[in-house]
T-cell receptor
Framework: KNQVEQSPQSLIILEGKNCTLQCNYTVSPFSNLRWYKQDTGRGPVSLTIMTFSENTKSNGRYTATLDADTKQSSLHITASQLSDSASYICVVSAEAGTALIFGKGTTLSVSS | GAVVSQHPSWVICKSGTSVKIECRSLDFQATTMFWYRQFPKQSLMLMATSNEGSKATYEQGVEKDKFLINHASLTLSTLTVTSAHPEDSSFYIC??????????FGPGTRLTVL
């Protein structure tokens, strides 16, 4: 069964600190893995998209890694800001143009 | 990046009425649009996949006669919640793709059924 699992479920950190979110998947065949940021009451916004051959991709203070062999991904947030408080969702696609498989997300709270 | 809009952003209606939600791709042609539903503190759940000019494909457990989807053009898809009930209250999100692996999400529509 195709599944995407994320950990931790929630996380609280102080402003300025770094954090790493984890994602494990069992989706096969694998096309790509995405990380989205979803603010409360808003639609998801894409942070990174990685295909099978990519190991790491950065978008500003966000760096995603992918290990296709172990089927694991991580999202590292550097120098967190209050505006980083949101739900971070790991999403895997089996084939281009097909429905996405969503993780349940990690709720990040950044406090001052 | 590509922009997807939804209208309305929120709607409150009485039980038994129908509500239409629009999803538009503003700067690209969307061959496929997806409709999702998200309950509080839950992840997005796919309701249906819509291709322009053809009938939508619904996920298991989603009533096609209750959630009417029309993908009339390459830039517009509509979701109509018919005879809405309080349990239909949710956050409805659409996404659109032009055929590549990139999907762009709309900002969502908050539906509250009284």
């Amino acid at each position: 069964k195709n599944q995407v699992e994320q950990s931790p479920q929630s996380l609280i950190i102080l402003e300025g600190k770094n954090c790493t979110l984890q994602c494990n998947y069992t989706v096969s065949p694998f096309s790509n893995l995405r990380w989205y940021k979803q603010d409360t009451g808003r639609g998801p916004v894409s942070l990174t998209i990685m295909t099978f051959s990519e190991n790491t991709k950065s978008n500003g203070r966000y760096t995603a890694t992918l290990d296709a062999d172990t089927k694991q991904s991580s999202l590292h947030i550097t120098a967190s800001q209050l505006s980083d408080s949101a739900s971070y969702i790991c999403v895997v696609s089996a084939e281009a143009g097909t429905a996405l498989i969503f993780g349940k997300g990690t709720t990040l709270s950044v406090s001052s | 990046g590509a922009v997807v809009s939804q209208h309305p952003s929120w709607v409150i209606c009485k039980s038994g009425t129908s509500v239409k939600i629009e999803c538009r791709s503003l700067d690209f042609q969307a061959t496929t649009m997806f409709w999702y539903r998200q309950f509080p503190k839950q992840s997005l759940m796919l309701m249906a996949t819509s291709n322009e000019g053809s009938k939508a494909t619904y996920e298991q457990g989603v009533e096609k006669d209750k959630f009417l989807i029309n993908h009339a053009s390459l830039t517009l898809s509509t979701l109509t919640v018919t005879s809405a009930h309080p349990e239909d209250s949710s956050f409805y999100i659409c996404s659109a793709t032009s055929g590549s692996y990139e999907q762009f999400f709309g900002p969502g529509t908050r539906l509250t059924v009284l």
